[in-house]
């Protein structure tokens, strides 16, 4: 079984061309942490300082083959932790950031998952991050027992996915900046798939999943978007396209439409000088991100 991965899903997008002259530097960075068990699995460090929180760094080739040490990101007040224990689960004080990438050195699960979870495009104004296929949404379709030796559960994520990506860039004169969003969030519930975007610290827009489908939990839609006034854009949501379910064994179908995509400025134009975007990126849990991303689009004019 294969998983393919698209390298966008823009669909009907009607946004400016930019002048062709600006490029974005990004800093991009996943989240990971260690754990200290005891005999019965149980963490006997359940809120981890700075020392045991891990991020992958991107090398020169585009992968994250290397580990160095970072800090730890906090939702709602929650901390969140990860362990390479595939029987551990995303939840409670077990709760862990991870992914899974080619799979370190142990596996090849470039069947699933993609080895960079980032795609950038255009000088780096075109930014995608695609999470990682999950345990819960292949045990909701049953499909566990298909894998043979390679267990299921040592080929998809169970743990939080967390990321943050940091863009630099200068412009030689005053300019404004659109920024244009979009994804896919999972149906279960809200408050999932979450992104923040700040330009020079100044919060832009946030975005979660959508939410309203209890029946069919692991399934996908646009996820919904907000502006810097916490003001629901846009405002009539639109359901994606693409078939009665995103396909699990390829995903090259265009899911979003120009209805569930926002664009969103800063309130001020940006003056000559440098700039930068930060955005974060978490699951909040380890269940059904099958197919769920953020993708941006950055214009100036």
Known sequence: MSLNFPTAFWKGSNNPSDDGEVSIDWNLKLYYSEQELDENGQSTTPYLGTENVKEAIQNSDGFFSAIAGAFPYTVGGRDYYDNYDANLTADGNNSF??????????????DFHRANPWILDNNGKELNLFFESDQATVEKLGRNQIYGTKFYEEIFNNFIQSGYAEGSFTLTSVSDLSITVSGLGEKNQTDFEKMHLAVDDV????????????????????????NSDGDQTPTQYADRVGGTYVDQDNRRFGYTTAGGQATFTPDNTLVAGEHTIKIYFNTNDGLYNSGAFYGFKFNFS
């Open 203 to 226: 919060h832009i827009c946030k975005g979660e999943s959508p939410g309203g489908d209890v029946v069919n939990p692991w399934d996908m839609n646009q996820v919904k978007l907000f």
């Open 97 to 110: 950031f991870g992914w899974f990438l080619n799979g370190y050195d142990q596996n090849d699960l470039s």
